[in-house]
């Protein structure tokens, strides 16, 4: 190779080593997030289906049976079962969060659940390992794949949001549409511990004469540093000679500089969309009762239609029995709210004393158990008996 050519390579190659800074291990490491994030590991989806599983979970579970005079509540074994003791080994919170979070996560929109029966009578319920189950199209109908063995769907509790428009039998969740989400809040996490741990970010910045001979070596400056620096007590003023020393202040980039605060909150308020919960669940914005309210009408209430069809249909053989959850207690009522609405509905005979007690959380008393109406709180059978009602009765 000629003088020129190696002249020209040198020059290169000179030229490319102040770049090689972005290449290297440390820098990759402080800037870059590498590996698969599962959903349930990202703290916003974590957060957001936590609550989703905690509310509908902590809902009592009424078995209704349909009657000439409207729906009334049941309360028998099966009622007991279903609502206390689903599962011999958890709870019924423990039990349909395990539901639930198969339904948005490891199920990817469904989650199956085996009755065991013994003589006709329900035992137990299980929920299964949604990583061991499949599902094999058999015509327009399915079968449920668990462990190797293929079972009837009939024999099994299937529950299923978002149906696949292919198979409306298989629910579709939200892998696909939160993946990118959590990789972008995977990656901000990553640059905000990088950012935070980087060592580039000086509080001062001292200038100082660089021909002195102790500025030459690391040792020199060490020793200044302590000479004229360096104190024994807060506050100490610092005393360094006008000619070889400028003290400036610096101030580091912070995460508002970089914008990173503004695309954190945006995709807090994506995962929020997507899975259908109040931003403030996520961290992104303040509680509002009717966004709240709103919330539990519609994604709680989707969720449980879900269960409660699931259920009814499947462990019931009565045609006028079905399952409900309680829905109205996870509504936003303020307490005063609550008995303005029960004196109300009490002095007009629609509800008795003890049913606006059990309303506001108080328990029954003795003598409430009548519908009184008009101002003066005369049980509803006897408003005729009125003396102002009858003729002559001012006399």
């Known amino acids: 190779m000629s003088k020129k050519k190696k002249d020209v390579a040198r020059s290169i190659k000179t030229r490319a080593e102040p770049e090689k800074f972005l290449c290297t291990m440390d820098a990759y490491e402080t800037l870059c997030c590498s590996g698969y994030t599962?959903?349930?590991?990202?703290?916003?989806?974590?957060?957001?289906?936590?609550?989703?599983?905690?509310l509908i979970s902590s809902m009592t579970i009424h078995l209704m049976s349909n009657t000439d005079k409207g729906d009334v509540r049941i309360r028998n074994e099966?009622?007991?079962?279903?609502?206390?003791?689903?599962?011999?080994?958890?709870?019924?919170?423990?039990?349909?969060?395990?539901?639930?979070?198969?339904?948005?996560?490891?199920?990817?929109?469904?989650?199956v659940v085996y009755p065991e029966t013994q003589n006709g009578l329900l035992m137990n319920m299980i929920p299964l390992r949604m990583g061991a189950v499949s599902y094999l199209e058999d015509g327009y109908g399915y079968l449920i794949g668990y462990e190797g063995k293929y079972l009837n769907p009939d024999n099994l509790l299937h529950f299923v949001i978002n149906p696949d428009p292919d198979y409306p039998w298989k629910g579709t969740g939200y892998k696909t549409t939160l993946k990118d989400v959590a990789h972008n809040l995977k990656q901000a996490a990553a640059t905000e511990k990088g950012f935070m741990e980087s060592k580039w970010k000086p509080s001062i910045i001292v200038k100082v004469?660089?021909?002195?001979?102790?500025?030459?070596?690391?040792?020199?400056?060490?020793?200044?540093?302590?000479?004229?620096?360096?104190?024994?007590?807060?506050?100490?003023?610092?005393m360094i000679p006008a000619d070889q020393f400028e003290v400036q202040e610096v101030r580091p980039l912070s995460l508002q500089d970089i914008a990173l605060s503004e695309s954190v909150t945006l995709d807090k308020k994506t995962v929020a969309a997507i899975l259908g919960v109040p931003a403030f669940v996520v961290g992104a914005g303040e509680f509002d009762k009717d966004e709240w309210n709103n919330f539990i009408k519609t994604r709680i209430g989707t969720i449980c239609n879900a269960i409660e069809q699931e259920?009814?249909?499947?462990l019931l053989l009565s045609p006028d029995w079905y399952f409900r959850f309680n829905v109205r207690s996870l509504y936003a009522y303020d307490i005063k709210e609550l008995a303005q609405v029960g004196d109300d509905q009490y002095i007009r005979g629609i509800m008795t004393g003890n049913e606006v007690r059990d309303w506001i959380g108080l328990s029954p008393m003795e003598g409430?158990?009548?519908?009184?109406?008009?101002?003066?709180?005369?049980?509803?059978?006897?408003?005729?008996?009125?003396?102002?009602?009858?003729?002559g009765g001012e006399d």
């Open 78 to 111: 099966l009622s007991k079962k279903v609502d206390i003791t689903p599962n011999k080994w958890m709870t019924r919170k423990t039990f349909i969060s395990a539901v639930v979070r198969n339904l948005l996560l490891e199920g990817d929109g469904n989650a």
């Open 209 to 238: 004469d660089g021909l002195t001979e102790e500025f030459a070596s690391k040792e020199g400056r060490g020793k200044l540093l302590k000479q004229y620096i360096e104190t024994s007590e807060a506050g100490e003023p610092w």
């Open 368 to 391: 409430l158990d009548d519908l009184i109406i008009l101002e003066n709180y005369i049980p509803r059978g006897m408003i005729g008996d009125q003396k102002k009602l009858d003729k």
């Open 311 to 314: 259920l009814t249909r499947k």
């Open 38 to 54: 599962r959903l349930s590991q990202n703290p916003e989806i974590q957060a957001a289906v936590g609550k989703i599983a905690d």
